[in-house]
């Protein structure tokens, strides 16, 4: 009796299923080398689309980029113009406080040229002096006369010399606390004991209110000519001797006297000097 083994049933494949399982194969394949051939070319579609519409969009972003590239350049030319704007506004303001100080340097150059020229004059004699600042130009009954910035308080008496840098200017006529009043050589009421000329004669110079005063009671065989020096003689004891006063001019006074030229420019009388010697009797002498 023959055996029988249990088993899976194998059916025989028919011509037709064998076919269909080849034909799957073939399109199974040809659709992997497809997709293959495609993802190999799709990089160089994506790259030529890129490309076509990289060229036609490149007029339109020039166009578009003009505009753009022009308003922001005058964007930072408005910002530089406001900026040179400021500057030259600040630029101005540094110009007007420069020549502010240009000024102040030459005003103050010329009072320190005036203060050493002050400091170097020396009136001789062991005598106090106190330096003072010329403030105002009085007139009144007293035609030649100034006001000075010093009074009693730096102790400025009346009859006390007063000089320059360049030599004698007048005298105190009167005090007050803070200021004083001078009466200047050129003043009618000056009377200046003086030594003119090589010979040292001695004179009186008086003041006739004009700019240049003149020599009385010279004596009769004086021999004066042009230049000569014309200083204090420091008689009556108000101008110390010695202190330079002027030259001779070079033609006579309205009165027919000897005109002397002084040292002080007027016009430009900025410091002066007081000497107090201590002796008041110069008016008494002058009125003699």
Request: net charge positive; hydrophobic share 45%; aromatic share 4%.
């Amino acid at each position: 009796m023959q055996e029988h083994r249990a088993g899976p049933e194998v059916k025989a494949e028919t011509p037709v299923q064998a076919t269909l399982r080849r034909a799957m194969f073939a399109l199974l394949v040809t659709i992997a080398l497809g997709a293959l051939v495609v993802a190999k070319a799709e990089v160089y579609v994506f790259d030529w689309v890129k490309s076509a519409v990289g060229d036609l969009l490149a007029p339109v972003l020039h166009a578009v980029t003009v505009p753009v590239r022009a308003a922001r350049d005058v964007g930072s030319n408005l910002g530089r113009v406001a900026a040179l704007t400021e500057e030259n506004s600040r630029l101005r303001d540094e110009n007007a406080r420069l020549r502010q100080w240009q000024a102040l340097a030459r005003r103050l150059d010329g009072q320190n040229r005036e203060l050493r020229r002050l400091l170097r004059f020396d009136p001789g004699g062991e005598v106090r002096t106190v330096a003072a600042r010329v403030i105002a130009d009085t007139g009144g009954p007293y035609a030649r006369s100034l006001l000075m910035s010093a009074g009693s308080r730096q102790g400025i008496a009346a009859d006390q010399a007063v000089v320059s840098g360049e030599g004698l200017v007048g005298r105190v006529m009167s005090a007050g606390a803070r200021s004083a009043r001078v009466l200047l050589i050129t003043d009618r009421r000056s009377h200046v004991p003086v030594l003119a000329g090589p010979d040292r004669v001695h004179a009186i110079l008086v003041g006739d209110n004009g700019f240049r005063p003149h020599l009385r009671f010279l004596p009769r065989n004086a021999a004066l000519a042009a230049g000569d020096v014309v200083v204090t003689s420091g008689r009556g004891g108000v101008f110390p001797p010695g202190l330079p006063v002027g030259d001779v001019g070079a033609g006579p006074s309205a009165g027919g006297g000897v005109t002397v030229v002084p040292h002080v420019d007027w016009t430009r009388l900025e410091f002066v000097r007081v000497i107090d010697r201590g002796v008041p009797d110069f008016v008494a002498l002058a009125e003699e």
